[in-house]
């Protein structure tokens, strides 16, 4: 019997000391695969891409027949077919409403391979 008392006295004092034992989190995935691309300056490169970030500037130089427009001195190119337009007050809108000198914000599609194509223009 004085062995059963023993042993459950053991077993309480023993749970909560298992319970408070510290462990180190496994790193994760992702902080793995950060870790193994900052040995690659290309592959730093890509990460810090923010090719769906929204965008600003002023349109300095626009040709809808072109499909190109300029932005901070960057000729930034648009599929008329493809490319939303959004006017000032959050409606659609066509690619004409791009006139020089509007200030726009935009984002870039994430499609294309060169990071030069816009998705969507908002014209403010």
Known sequence: MK???FSAILLLVAA???AMT???PAPSAAKTNMQS???SPAAAKAMADDSSG???GTVEAVSVEAGTFHVYGQKLTFDAQRVRVFGRDGKASSI???KTGAKVRFTM???DPE???VAVIYVD
């Open 37 to 39: 691309m900052s040995s």
């Open 3 to 5: 062995r059963y008392v």
């Open 115 to 117: 990071h030069r194509r």
């Open 96 to 98: 004409y409403a791009l």
């Open 109 to 111: 599609d994430a499609s």
């Open 54 to 56: 929204l965008r600003r």
């Open 16 to 18: 909560p000391a298992a």
């Open 22 to 24: 510290p462990t180190t």
